[in-house]
């Protein structure tokens, strides 16, 4: 049995009950939101090939501390970067390190920013330099899953539509929905019910209500879904070696739809695709 309960009389663990905030909650996740809609917004003229991933994750951590936000995933249950960045094959929680990004990579780079208590969650790719055809169409096919994905959010509907979306129009365009990982409860907790799946029928799931706030983040393989996360407990790729690709939006349920709280303030939602 699913259960609903007012986030603000709600202790802060993840208790598998289902928040539901209000006003001050979108308030504070705006803002939260916006930082790091902003920090990923000034990451589009940095990622280039000869830089590291090193570099940007040591950019996130001083534009954090500049805005006095703390990185989520610092000491996060071992983590010690302020960042994920994911390279090519790798599918989420690439780990930040000195390796010199190459022309033709495509990256994705996740930041969570906690600005007075909030989480704001988000994750683009990033061409490095020019890239091959097949790795754009997969960027574009992958940002369309996840606004199809989002378009799907209203009160009364299941959280299942969103994964049918997602699987519908992917597998569609001939790509796979990565199955190991989820969307997620987010607010005041980083990680809290319900989780989101990116595939799946639009009878399942639990029914949406408004001020459930949740991310939708789908990962989307060239080849086939299957992954595995390495020795460092941390990184994980596709079993096949094919590109995969994700984009992240933080979203709360409105009473008419929903309301995209990580837009970027400059447009840059798709970096290095056409508008």
Known sequence: MVTYLDAAT???????????????GFA????????????????????????TTEAIDRFVFEFGMDHGALPATLN?????????????????????????????DIVNIDVTYILDGW???SSRMYPVGTIKRAAERLLEVTHECLMRGIAAIRPGARTGA????????AEGERCS?????CGHGVGQLFHDAPNILHYGNASEGVEMRPGMIFTVEPMINL????????????????????????????IGVTETGCEIFTLSPKKLDRPGLPA
């Open 10 to 24: 709600a202790p802060l663990r993840n208790t598998g009950q289902i928040r539901l905030y209000g006003e001050e």
């Open 28 to 51: 504070g996740m705006r803002k939260a939101c916006d930082l790091t809609a902003r920090c990923l917004d000034e990451l589009v003229p940095m990622v280039a090939p000869g830089v």
């Open 76 to 104: 996060y249950r071992g983590y010690t970067k302020s960042s994920c960045t994911s390279i090519n094959h790798v599918v989420c929680h690439g780990i930040p390190d000195n390796k010199p990004l190459k022309e033709g």
């Open 119 to 121: 989480h704001g969650d």
């Open 162 to 169: 969103i994964g049918a979306a997602i699987q519908t129009y």
């Open 177 to 181: 929905v990565v199955r190991d990982f």
């Open 223 to 250: 080849g086939r879904p299957h992954v595995k996360v390495l020795s460092d407990g941390w990184t994980a790729v596709t079993r096949d070696r094919s590109l995969s690709a994700q984009y992240e939006h933080t």
